[in-house]
């Protein structure tokens, strides 16, 4: 069974940095591709940034060049390094398998708690 714990979360400001880390337990990282989604106050969940288990990556468009996803197998952990914040980024994130319903906003099914990010103008 999977569980998620993401921390790493805080308050920043605009054009700082905030490393992100999951920690995974269960078949987390046995997923054909993993992913850290967000979401904003009073907005849909959305992906921010995917990884794959032959480690090509995808990004949204609003975080590209700024936002780095990895994984570390041996710690089994997931992270997200941002740089160059905005308030724009402002929101809850969660890291899960990427699968279709989640990148359509669906909340359904097994999630961690989140970290919130709050990133001051």
């Known amino acids: 069974q999977v569980h998620l714990v993401e921390s790493g979360g805080g308050l920043v400001q605009a054009g700082g940095s905030l490393r992100l880390s999951c920690a995974a337990s269960g078949s987390f990282f046995n997923a054909n591709a993993v992913a850290w989604y967000r979401q904003p106050p009073g907005k849909l969940r959305e992906l921010v940034a995917s990884?794959?288990?032959?480690?090509?990556?995808n990004y949204a468009d609003s975080v590209k060049g700024r936002f780095t996803i990895s994984r570390d197998n041996a710690k089994n952990t997931l992270y997200l390094q941002m740089r160059m914040l905005k308030p724009e980024d402002t929101a809850v994130y969660y890291c899960?398998?990427?699968?279709?319903?989640?990148?359509?906003?669906?909340?359904?099914?097994?999630w961690g708690q989140g970290t919130q990010v709050i990133v001051s103008s």
């Open positions: 990884l794959t288990q032959g480690g090509s990556t």
């Open positions: 899960n398998t990427d699968q279709p319903q989640y990148r359509s906003g669906y909340t359904g099914g097994y």
